[in-house]
Every structure is written in structure tokens, then in C-alpha cells.
């Protein structure tokens, strides 16, 4: 589209040689109040009666205290005394089943004193160990001193 000729500009060229940041120049800056979100309402909540009557809670004992306890394997070393005392007869066995009893009795000893209190689940079973591995080791000498003769 061409301009006619006889029609004036509307717009100036011209060049300002000012700062335009310092004259006299309006920023027009449009800001809209924020819209509200609309708030959704929760959806209904359906309360479904079962047409039971309530039951009454049988009676429940207290719950006891569970401590966890290390194993501390005396019913092991009681099997192991009780094998050591059958094998302490056959002469090429009987030193190895004294030696497992005596590793037997060196790792009950540290938990004597659990025998007493009654609260871990293996303190019946500490004195039996013990006991068992000192007959074993008490048959193995007795072997060895009869097989010598």
C-alpha cells in the first residue's frame, strides 16, 4: 500500500538525542488484582452402618515386654557335651572331644550369671552345658589313663 502524496505524515522521523530513561517518558505498567482461587468444598464423606451390634473386646492380658536377647547357643554346647561324653570312649576321638568340650565350657563360663537371673530364654540351659562338658573332659582323661595301662 502506497501513500498518497498529498497526505501529510502523522508520524515525526526524528531523532532525539536525549537518555530516554531520564525524560519525561510514562512506563504504563497494567497490573490485575490477583483472582481468588476458587476453594473447592471436601467431597461428602458416606457413612455406612453395618447393621451388627457392636461386640464386646474379649479380656486381653497385658502385653509383657519383649527384649531382644543374644543367642548365646547353650543348648548347642549342652548336644555337643552330651555327643563328647559318647564319643570320649573310642580312643582316636576322645581327645578331639575333650578339646570341644573344653571350648564349650570357656564360652559358657562369661554367661554364668544369666543362670541366676532367669531372664534370658537360655539361662536354664547354662549349667547343663557346663556341667556336661566337664563330665566329657572328665571321660576323656579317664579313657586316656585306662587305654595307657
Not at 519525561?24 to 457413612?47: M, S, W
Not at 547357643?73 to 576322645?94: C, E, K, M, Q, R
Request: with cysteine; glycine share 6%.
Amino acid at each position: 500500500m502506497q501513500p498518497h502524496d498529498d497526505s501529510q505524515p502523522t508520524i515525526q522521523d526524528s531523532v532525539v538525542g536525549r537518555d530516554m530513561h531520564t525524560g519525561n517518558v510514562i512506563h504504563n505498567h497494567y497490573h490485575l488484582p490477583p483472582t481468588p482461587q476458587p476453594v473447592q468444598p471436601p467431597p461428602p464423606q458416606t457413612v455406612i452402618y453395618s447393621g451388627l451390634p457392636p461386640q464386646s473386646i474379649p479380656y486381653q492380658q497385658p502385653q509383657q515386654l519383649f527384649i531382644p536377647y543374644k543367642k548365646i547357643h547353650a543348648f548347642d554346647w549342652v548336644v555337643y557335651g552330651v555327643v563328647s561324653i559318647l564319643f570320649a570312649f573310642l580312643p582316636g576321638l576322645n581327645i578331639c572331644c575333650g578339646l570341644v568340650s573344653g571350648v564349650g565350657i570357656l564360652s559358657m563360663l562369661p554367661h554364668l550369671h544369666k543362670s541366676k537371673d532367669k531372664l534370658h530364654p537360655e539361662s536354664g540351659k547354662i549349667v547343663p552345658a557346663i556341667v556336661l562338658n566337664s563330665i566329657a573332659i572328665f571321660v576323656t582323661f579317664l579313657v586316656l589313663i585306662i587305654l595307657e595301662v
